[in-house]
């Protein structure tokens, strides 16, 4: 037994020991001085335990809502993930929402009206950053659904609303492209929200004296026709009269010449391709089946000249979620090849069309968005930071805006909520339908400015690039 022992201890020291050397000679690009870029941590085992326990911030922020609004029956309140109590109410609701997927909760169906007047009682307000089917809202959750009403295809957001007894809540969770509505009851003291509790938040944040906040719908903004302009505020727009000066941040682009090689790298190119060549404002790079471009002001493309052909990320009977996350961990790859700091993204956008998936990722700084907007002069438009395009478990398509982005020492305060909306509406007044769908205060980073001062965002129903006012 002691011999067999030794022999299989022989034997998997000479397969370590080959396999070190493999990726030491071929891999790493030794033989190459020019190519060189062997690290210890880039072994599989190094790497293993060096990030055990880590969890991305992309992949973080996947299970939290885009925004949590508390209305005590008085006065609606936001909470966003850079508030220190954002992540009390969100672990609470999460785990109210989950137990409604996995079929703890009695349901019934009802209308949109009756759905939005949720909102006007003591409630709390999820909505999640993504548009995603119940299945992938509960695996994000950290659950499995058991069954769904199937009136309800893809959540976007709820309403709990807690039950006079103290011991029930309800749910509503309407489907995001239909409007039809389900409402849920946990009769489970486990999931018990008093209304004292929403009061205190209130309270918190009325001694702060942020602000005030009203939906859409209930002023005679909500889904009406803004004067002769046909341009139409969707329901759910959050109005806010606060104009306290927020920080502005510095736009920087980490992707320097002497980065590219790793970048290459990263889309599992030689860092020194023999096909490539020089344009005015980018390099083009070539290889068998793919090709990369990277543009001086830090935009890089890649992509696959056939789907077969393309970056392996996962084996094609994977979950959608399974995909999304592998597609995180690439993101990660890539932005690790150009920068040392964390990629500080909020995935924003998922659209699956047969078997092909794109995952949108945009910048977020002290809990604001980063709209970017990049117009390359032979490419199309980018109007994320990330954009990721996969077919059968390969990437064929990936499109990042490299940007490293830090909080100024000086701030700037944005106009008013109604002077952006009356920006926004002459802005959309040629057209004869336009719906904004949210308005809200972010950075715009088109390239054209390093420093970015706050201002007013929207998004506007059928546009993918948000609109910023100048």
């Not at 009403?149 to 309800?170: C, F, L, Q, R, Y």
Request: with cysteine; charged share 25%.
């Amino acid at each position: 037994m002691k011999e067999r022992v030794k022999t299989f201890a022989i034997a998997a020291l000479l397969a370590s020991s080959f396999i070190l050397t493999y990726n030491l000679w071929f891999n790493s690009g030794i033989l190459d001085a020019s190519d060189a870029s062997f690290s210890l941590s880039d072994l599989p085992f190094v790497r293993y335990f060096s990030e055990r326990g880590k969890v991305s911030v992309p992949k973080e922020n996947l299970s939290y809502p885009r925004k949590i609004v508390i209305n005590d029956g008085s006065l609606w309140v936001p909470y966003y993930n850079t508030d220190d109590a954002f992540y009390t109410l969100n672990e609470r609701t999460s785990e109210i929402i989950a137990a409604c997927l996995v079929g703890e909760a009695d349901s019934e169906s009802i209308d949109y009206e009756t759905w939005l007047a949720e909102l006007e009682k003591p409630s709390v307000y999820v909505e999640y950053p993504i548009t995603v089917t119940p299945e992938m809202l509960a695996m994000i959750l950290g659950t499995e659904v058991s069954k769904v009403p199937s009136e309800i295809d893809m959540i976007k957001d709820a309403i709990i609303t807690p039950g006079g007894d103290n011991e029930s809540v309800t749910v509503s969770i309407r489907d995001a492209e239909t409007d039809e509505a389900v409402r849920f009851t946990l009769d489970d003291e486990r999931y018990s929200f008093s209304e004292s509790v929403l009061a205190v938040y209130v309270d918190k944040y009325r001694r702060e004296g942020e602000g005030y906040y009203e939906f859409a719908f209930s002023t005679l903004l909500g889904d009406t026709s803004m004067g002769e302009s046909g341009v139409t505020v969707d329901d759910l727009v959050l109005f806010s009269d606060s104009d306290a000066a927020e920080s502005n941040i510095i736009a920087t682009n980490p992707l320097t010449r002497d980065k590219y090689g790793d970048l290459l790298q990263s889309f599992s190119f030689a860092s020194q391709p023999l096909r490539h060549r020089r344009e005015e404002n980018y390099e083009n790079y070539v290889e068998n089946y793919a090709t990369v471009t990277i543009y001086d002001d830090g935009l890089a493309e890649y992509s696959a000249v056939v789907p077969e052909k393309g970056i392996y990320l996962t084996d094609e009977e994977k979950s959608e979620y399974e995909v999304l996350n592998s597609a995180i961990d690439f993101a990660e790859r890539v932005w690790s090849s150009v920068s040392d700091e964390t990629l500080n993204v909020l995935v924003t956008g998922i659209e699956i069309d047969g078997d092909t998936s794109c995952y949108t990722f945009d910048y977020y700084v002290g809990g604001r968005e980063v709209a970017v907007a990049v117009y390359p002069e032979d490419g199309e438009a980018l109007y994320h930071a990330i954009e990721i395009i996969v077919q059968d478990g390969r990437i064929i398509s990936y499109r990042q805006y490299m940007r490293l982005y830090e909080k100024a020492s000086s701030s700037s305060s944005k106009d008013n909520f109604v002077t952006a909306l009356d920006y926004f509406v002459l802005q959309l007044s040629d057209e004869s339908e336009a719906k904004i769908t949210d308005l809200y205060p972010g950075h715009y980073d088109d390239g054209k400015r390093q420093v970015l001062q706050i201002t007013w965002l929207a998004k506007v129903e059928s546009r993918e690039e948000r609109l910023a006012m100048n």
